[in-house]
Antibody
């Protein structure tokens, strides 16, 4: 079935790095933009970043710009989020999510979500 | 503080109609489509309304969306206990070059 599965979360110290992965199956991954959205414990949703279907464009939220880097390998149906200079406030459940229609479609709703991977930044 | 403004809470009794507002600006709701998400406790968000007023297949017709100017609304008619959840609006912001979420509205079915 159509699904996204995140992995790579864990506990890291402030200033450390972590790489999250988002593996896709059940659809033509290379046709879709993918977003990352995070949710701090007990808080609302915060958009993190988007990478276009072909990797040609990437946009980041102000809170992660310059620290997080998105990439994708369409041959492996996998998306990567390299998280550097992590801060306590980056602690959250990180979701990857697919846009509703084939890309580029950054404005579209997110119709497929993963189950999320938890990132905890703590000393 | 979120770019899109939603009331933090809403409530209603079974069978009632409830509306949740989402206020933005000309760079987001005023120029781009609005999407709504429902998040049940302990689960990933689910797309509820897309393109201002369209329902994905499987979403009951009790859920409807509308937009006017720089504001949008989600209406739930015939409220049911299983509708108790958090609801988020979202829209792309052309000035910030990113997707903005509302702060979320916690709906309680009394």
């Amino acid at each position: 079935q159509v699904q996204l599965v995140e992995s790579g979360g864990g506990v890291v110290q402030p200033g450390g790095s972590l790489r999250l992965s988002c593996a896709a199956s059940g659809f033509t991954f290379s046709n879709y933009d993918i977003h990352w959205v995070r949710q701090a414990p007990g808080k609302g949703l915060e958009w993190v970043a988007i990478i276009w279907f072909d990797g040609g464009n990437k946009y980041y939220g102000d809170s992660v710009k310059g620290r997080f880097i998105l990439s994708r390998d369409n041959s492996k149906n996998t998306l990567y989020l390299q998280m550097n200079s992590l801060r306590v406030e980056d602690t959250a459940l990180y979701y990857c999510a697919r846009t509703l229609t084939t890309g580029p479609s950054p404005y579209d709703g997110f119709d497929i979500w993963g189950q999320g991977t938890m990132v905890t930044v703590s000393s | 503080q979120s770019v899109l403004t939603q009331p933090p809470s809403a409530s209603g009794t079974p069978g009632q109609r409830v509306t949740i507002s989402c206020s933005g600006s000309s760079s987001n709701i005023g120029s781009n489509i609005v999407n709504w998400y429902q998040q049940l406790p302990g689960t990933a968000p689910k797309l509820l309304i897309y393109s201002d007023s369209q329902r994905p297949s499987g979403v009951p017709a009790r859920f409807s969306g509308s937009k006017s100017g720089t504001s949008a609304s989600l209406a739930i008619s015939g409220l049911q206990s299983e509708d108790e959840a958090d609801y988020f609006c979202a829209a792309w912001d052309d000035s910030l070059n990113g997707c903005m979420f509302g702060g979320g509205t916690k709906l309680t079915v009394l």
